[in-house]
């Protein structure tokens, strides 16, 4: 008989995180679960320390594939899992051991609901240190249209992944939970956060969220309009009214950088070179 939960977790190299990962699954107080641990083409111990999971309890299991992104390992891993709801972790964060515990009862005695989600808290280095909370709002997709507050490892039901054919495998610069959030609200679901801190993003300098804030946000973005553009249409106003912001938030970032200390200073060390270069092009000319 299957497992009522399926947790997803894709790693792509961070074996040396995987097991503080796996630990806080074994250790939830409800342990109606599967584990599926997806080696998305990893070159470091990811496999030795699964193996070692998996020898441990049977309810871990281990599937490795060829490197395509965290869409491409969650659906790999979703598609051969056995529960009614899943669970995606990614493999270097944390969930509290009552997550199941609290979460999935919700989403069990109400059928209007499609995820269930929670608190979070930012760490670095150690789990203690936290750096920064995040307590999101909202219910329908209204509330995401244009900013994500639906945490990536949130709980849904399988029937849903079915329903809009999976996380979108062509987005491998960040927010595909978010896309994948939005493709399952605009079908009329709804979504619930509980107030209660129960999941720990381990924040690194590296972090796929600082690269994607930073060099990808506005393709994302772009990308996940035109794909449900009937949405955004309807939502014309807010939408515009949302562009504005992110042109402003764009000017208001490059005016304070050319006025910070950094830029002068280069400004300073870089005019007298600039001096030289067209003083000797000049002299160049004239010769």
Not at 242 to 252: A, E, G, K, Q
């Amino acid at each position: 008989m299957g497992k009522i939960v399926s947790i997803i977790v894709p790693c792509f190299n961070h074996g040396h995180y995987l097991d503080q990962t796996l630990n806080s699954i074994i250790t939830q107080t409800f342990q109606d679960w599967e584990c599926i641990i997806v080696n998305d083409g990893s070159t470091d111990n990811t496999k030795e320390i699964a193996n070692k999971w998996c020898e441990t309890d049977n309810r871990f299991k281990y599937i490795k594939k060829q490197n395509g992104g965290l869409s491409s390992a969650r659906n790999a891993g979703i598609k051969i899992s056995e529960g009614e709801f899943i669970l995606p972790v990614d493999a270097d964060d944390i969930i509290h051991r009552d997550y199941l515990k609290k979460l999935l009862p919700i989403l069990i005695k109400d059928e209007s609901l499609a995820i269930v989600s929670c608190y979070s808290k930012f760490f670095e280095k150690k789990i203690d240190n936290i750096v920064h909370e995040s307590k999101p709002k909202g219910s329908s997709i209204k509330d995401i249209l244009f900013e994500n507050s639906i945490i990536a490892t949130s709980l849904f039901r399988k029937s849903c992944w079915e329903e809009v054919g999976g996380y979108d495998e062509q987005m491998k610069n960040g927010f595909e939970d978010w896309e994948f959030w939005v493709a399952i609200t605009k079908l009329g679901h709804h979504f619930k956060i509980v107030e209660d801190f129960l999941f720990y993003y381990r924040r690194t300098k590296e972090s796929m969220l600082s690269d994607t804030l930073k060099n990808y946000r506005i393709k994302n973005l772009e990308y996940v309009i035109n794909k449900h553009k009937e949405i955004y249409r309807e939502k014309f106003e807010n939408t515009i009214s949302y562009m504005f912001y992110l042109v402003n938030l764009y000017r208001d970032s490059e005016t304070k950088y050319k006025y910070s200390k950094e830029y002068k200073l280069g400004k300073i060390l870089c005019d007298p070179l600039i001096f030289f270069y067209k003083l000797f092009k000049v002299g160049d000319k004239s010769s």
